[in-house]
């Protein structure tokens, strides 16, 4: 299996979680930056950024940005990477390491929403990760940095607790 294949599979599988949550979900959503948006963050000629799935749950009024990483044929999220800062987005997780990026990816990702009319202008985006492998034994400082920056995480752990609590509701 291709990791493309795999990514695909790990989102579907992510969707479908959220989706019985009660979410509305979106996949490979591209971010309209203009120009001066790219110039702020220090990308000009950068593609537009895509945020791996958009998580909407209208009654409790949440709308999530998510990163859904699988990480089969890796060591998995490794701590230090997401507890790096750089001025300009640089890396994997750029969403996370970059606040300026982050910011304006965000706020302009929350516009195009609203514009097309599929979120609310008082929501929040909350970024968040879910990771299907997480390097050895640092799921929970990962939680505890995530929790306390105010974003959300499902570690490989709460991934398959979900699904359990899923395959018990069917039963």
Sequence with gaps: MTSTTQTD????????????????????VKVNLSQDEKRQIGKTSAPRPSVDMVALHLARGELLALEAKSYADTPGVKLAQMQEEHELPTGRFKLF???????????????????????????????????????QGQSQAIRELMEARGWLFWSPDDIK?????????KA
């Design 161 to 169: 607790a979900k699904q359990q609590a899923a395959q018990n509701e």
């Design 97 to 135: 390491t970059s606040e300026r990026y982050r910011s304006i990816v965000l706020a302009r990702l929350k516009q195009d929403l609203v514009e097309a009319g599929m979120a609310l202008p008082e929501m929040q985006v909350r970024l968040g990760l879910i990771a299907g492998k997480v390097n």
């Design 9 to 28: 599979g790990f989102e579907q599988a992510v969707q479908r979680l959220l989706e019985a949550e009660g979410f509305w979900v979106r996949r490979a």
